[in-house]
T-cell receptor
């Protein structure tokens, strides 16, 4: 079956450092890859997406990298802040199909 | 800002009861989704709707049905609740052209006893 989002479950970083959160996927036919952030007690929040024909996309303090050769997706957060503490998970979209990973819990150490 | 609201944050129901979970969005989004979120598993899509009165099954539709009579409202129905439907239920919406840029509600934690 299809799988996505083989994450490391936890990540701790010092405030001000850069964070890199990784995700692996199995479906090479996916159209889009998406990163979501979920804070405790809240619903997921869309962060950034990348189309399958791209290898890099930048947002505000975030960069997503897509390596289709090894089916790997990463989210880089620059100058990590305490407010970045949350669970981050990737998702892939193919047509009307969505598959979400289980997520990485990011803890920012002041 | 997009606002997606869900009728309850916490709900406790008995096995066999009919359960209604309501979701309302205020941004005129065409697409609406229902997911469940369980520990150790990613979000799993139950149903989605891309227009009023339209619905599509997701990955795990068994035991659920949905209703979309108005554009802003999408209801999830558990016809006869079972203990394995104890979960966090999340509603989301998105613009028609952006299926994957979804805005989520805060979730309803349903416990079936």
């Amino acid at each position: 079956g299809e799988s996505v989002g083989l994450h490391l479950p936890t990540l701790s970083v010092q405030e001000g450092d850069n964070s890199i959160i990784n995700c692996a996927y199995s479906n090479s036919a996916s159209d889009y890859f998406i990163w979501y952030k979920q804070e405790s007690g809240k619903g997921p929040q869309f962060i950034i997406d990348i189309r399958s024909n791209m290898d890099k996309r930048q947002g505000q303090r975030v960069t997503v990298l897509l390596n289709k050769t090894v089916k790997h997706l990463s989210l880089q957060i620059a100058a990590t802040q305490p407010g970045d503490s949350a669970v981050y998970f990737c998702a892939e979209n193919t047509g009307n199909q969505f598959y979400f990973g289980t997520g990485t819990s990011l803890t920012v150490i002041p | 800002d997009v606002k997606v609201t869900q009728s309850s944050r916490y709900l406790v129901k008995r096995t066999g009861e009919k359960v209604f979970l309501e979701c309302v969005q205020d941004m005129d989004h065409e697409n609406m989704f229902w997911y469940r979120q369980d520990p150790g598993l990613g979000l799993r899509l139950i149903y989605f709707s891309y227009d009023v009165k339209m619905k599509e099954k997701g990955d795990i539709p068994e035991g659920y049905s949905v209703s979309r009579e108005k554009k802003e409202r999408f209801s999830l129905i558990l016809e006869s609740a079972s203990t394995n439907q104890t979960s966090m239920y999340l509603c989301a919406s998105s613009l028609g052209r952006s299926l994957y840029e979804q805005y989520f509600g805060p979730g309803t934690r349903l416990t079936v006893t």
